[in-house]
Nanobody, 121 residues
Framework: QVQLVESGGGLVQAGGSLRLSCAAS????????MGWYRQAPGKQRELVAS???????NYADSVKGRFTVSRDNAKNTVFLQMNSLKPEDTGIYFC???????????????WGQGTQVTVSS
């Protein structure tokens, strides 16, 4: 019913930048929170950044001052600008969206397939 497709991952040297995008499509009435999570090898998935439909943002302490989350509500798209990347930022980055498919439906979380980000030292 709802699909999230990420793009923009890749390999970058430490200190470099990447911009991730995630577009939601399908049966969407409204989206509340959109966010980015990451999972490093052998570790649990963790929140990186999130943003509400009103533009309120939340960041993991480890990325504050380096990453910026933004969204285009008209296009149901969320972005993650990552600057000053560090090797510890390496992992699979997943997009997440809290979506209602109709006026009478509850919100449900949907996930993208993930995009690999690798930061070399």
């Amino acid at each position: 019913q709802v699909q999230l497709v990420e793009s923009g991952g890749g390999l970058v040297q430490a200190g470099g930048s990447l911009r991730l995008s995630c577009a939601a499509s399908g049966r969407i009435f409204t989206i509340n929170v959109m966010g980015w999570y990451r999972q490093a090898p052998g570790k649990q998935r963790e929140l990186v950044a999130s943003i509400t439909s009103g533009g309120n943002t939340n960041y993991a302490d480890s990325v504050k001052g380096r990453f910026t989350v933004s969204r285009d509500n008209a296009k149901n798209t969320v972005f993650l600008q990552m600057n000053s990347l560090k090797p510890e930022d390496t992992g699979i980055y997943f997009c997440n969206a809290d979506v209602s498919i109709s006026r009478w439906s509850a919100y449900n979380y949907y996930w993208g397939q993930g995009t690999q980000v690798t930061v070399s030292s």
